[in-house]
Structure formats: structure tokens, C-alpha cells
């Protein structure tokens, strides 16, 4: 392989952690924003 070969395979490499990173972020922003099932007992018990 020479350095050019190299150097494509590393921003594939690249393109791919940042995609996954992509879907993890969001994953966690929809986390976030749920409730958890915890908390929505406690606020039945109280209404």
C-alpha cells in the first residue's frame, strides 16, 4: 500500500467514527428529552 492507499482508508475510518458519533449524539439528545418511567410514575401518584 503506498501513502495515498493509507491515507484513504484513514478518512473512511474517519467518516465512519463520525457517522456512529452522529447516531450515538442523537440517540442520547432522544434520551434526554424522554422521561424517564421512573419519573412519570412519581408524577402520576402526584396528579
Known amino acids: 500500500m503506498d ?4 491515507l484513504g482508508a484513514v478518512l473512511v475510518l474517519l467518516g465512519l467514527g ?3 458519533q452522529r447516531v450515538e449524539d442523537s440517540k442520547t439528545r432522544e434520551a ?3 422521561e424517564p418511567p421512573e419519573l412519570a410514575e412519581v408524577h402520576q401518584l402526584h396528579d
Open 3 to 6: 501513502w495515498q492507499e493509507v
Open 32 to 34: 434526554l428529552l424522554e
Open 18 to 20: 463520525e457517522a456512529v
